[in-house]
């Protein structure tokens, strides 16, 4: 990360030697360290909005708890908290060059974000980047706090920020299923069980059930959501709150919940805040259900239009591109399978954020930005996959009504539906004689003269809902 030339660079120093930045970049050495050190991903930490947002938002609060508590001059506050503005507003993503998945344990990524503000600050207030003579990034942006509290606080800050969004899709999803459920309400349908015959039921049933799923995965995500709330901000480098003035932690958590519009709290107790990450564990876990029981639904769907000949038939998706280069004609579920792959992708996150969340070692955790890569990945993916997937495929899924009926009524499920109506010894005989004479049950029932088809249909209706449905 060197200048080309001496016009177009500036110098700064640590102990390690001096190192070359372009003028036009506002970071500094401590974020040259961490670049040149710890790049391993191809993702800066400005990738991710809502985690570019919750750092400077913290900032931003701290800023004017300090300024409250007479550690920073108005001045200085008042610079900082307009720097922070800019970078919400994504003006120096250029700048926010440290890596997601750098190893410092998020030491890099808070002084990225410490140097940045600071010579923002330094400008707004006529000072030259780096000299930090009215702004530093340590003395002044990161008074009373610590990576260790700041950290993890951005990160919960930025992930119920994207819950939020999440859920919504999911939500979304639902009320398309229902839509469904409403479209195929009156449509016979074979049951299966084990991928055999079972008993007849609605198509609209099962799609019913599809929209109770999903609605519940939406409230689920939604309440562990609500566990991000609490912060360990204020408790600085181990939970004691060393290093920060008395009256801080209650003044940056007022100022926070104006500047969020979030009602964020502090901790029951600052040590368990900062030592553990469990609730991560949480997220991670809600999300990984999200995914394995969407990828169930997409494999159902991918089951019930298989063919069109020579499968199930039972429904029809979207067509959305080809399926071969070399089969012409032929037409993939290339949506479902996108979102049963994008499943395997969130479970193995959820592999890496449980072995993150074990592996902290006593005052701390210094894992948390493979969890922060790994749980952003996930709802993006999440996001994007049920975005598409509710678009392209379920909104547009058509139902082939003779189809369903066809395969119920040359099925022995038919069998089930019958037993209150004629018996279950006479039923048993009829069904060994179908399968004997390879004759469908119903056909059977109307030559016999004991059922006509519309009377068998009738039942069948009948016994496909359930006395508990409403």
């Known amino acids: 990360m060197k200048a080309n030339t001496e016009s177009d660079a500036r110098v700064e120093r640590d102990y390690v030697g001096e190192v070359s930045i372009p003028r036009d970049r506002l970071y500094g050495v401590n974020t040259v360290r961490g670049v040149d050190n710890l790049t391993v991903s191809p993702l800066s930490i400005a990738h991710y ?54 190893g410092s344990g998020g030491t890099s990524t808070n002084m990225n974000f410490n140097e940045v503000i600071a010579n923002r600050a330094q400008h707004l207030l006529g000072h030259a980047a780096g000299n930090y003579e009215i702004v530093h990034p340590n ?25 939020g969004t999440l859920v919504e899709h999911i939500a979304a999803l639902a009320a398309l299923f229902r839509r469904k459920e409403t479209e195929f309400a009156d449509i016979l349908h074979l049951g299966r069980t084990c991928l055999q015959d079972a008993q007849p039921m609605r198509l609209g049933q099962l799609f019913g059930g599809y929209a109770s ?28 709150g060393f ?6 932690r209650a003044a940056v958590y007022a100022h926070l919940r104006q500047v969020t519009g979030v009602d964020y709290q ?58 071969s280069s070399i089969m012409p004609g032929k037409v993939n579920p290339v949506l479902p399978m996108a979102m049963i792959q994008l499943s395997f ?12 969340v074990q592996y902290g070692e006593l005052e701390i955790n210094h894992f948390e930005p493979v969890v ?32 369903n009926e066809q395969h119920l009524l040359e099925s022995m499920a038919v069998a089930t ?48 809902y359930p006395v508990f449905d409403s």
Not at 224 to 239: C, E, H, S
Not at 345 to 356: I, P
């Open 49 to 102: 909005p809502a985690f570019r947002d919750a750092f400077a938002q913290v900032k931003w609060a701290a800023a004017l708890a300090n300024r409250d508590n007479g550690v920073l001059t108005c001045e200085q506050c008042d610079a900082i908290v307009a720097a922070c503005g800019e970078v919400i507003g994504g003006s120096f993503d250029t700048s926010l060059v440290v890596d997601l998945m750098e």
């Open 139 to 163: 003395d002044h942006v990161n008074r009373s706090q610590s990576t260790n509290d700041v950290y993890p606080a951005a990160l919960k800050i930025a992930t119920h920020a994207m819950l």
């Open 213 to 240: 799923l999903t609605s519940r995965l939406a409230d689920e995500l939604a309440a562990v959501r609500d566990k991000l709330r609490t912060l360990p901000l204020g408790g600085t480098a181990i939970g004691t």
């Open 243 to 248: 290093g920060a003035p008395a009256g801080y």
């Open 266 to 323: 502090a901790p029951a107790n600052s040590f368990d805040a900062m030592q553990n990450m469990d609730v991560f564990s949480r997220v991670s876990a809600e999300l990984r259900t999200c995914a394995v029981s969407l990828a169930k639904i997409a494999s159902d769907l991918t089951m019930l239009s298989s063919g069109p000949v020579g499968g199930l038939g039972e429904l029809t998706l979207p067509e959305a591109q080809a399926g």
């Open 345 to 356: 992708a969130v479970v193995g996150n959820d592999v890496a954020v449980a072995q993150a």
């Open 372 to 403: 922060a890569s790994r749980v952003f990945d996930s709802i993006a993916m999440l996001s994007h996959g049920i975005t598409r997937f509710s678009e392209k495929c379920v909104a547009g899924i058509e139902a082939n009504g003779i189809r």
């Open 417 to 464: 539906a019958l037993v209150p109506k004629i018996g279950y010894a006479r039923v048993s005989k009829l069904a060994r004689q179908s399968v004997a004479e390879g004759r469908s049950l119903v056909e059977i029932l109307e030559t016999s003269g004991l059922l006509s088809r519309d009377e068998t249909l009738a039942t069948i209706r009948s016994a496909s």
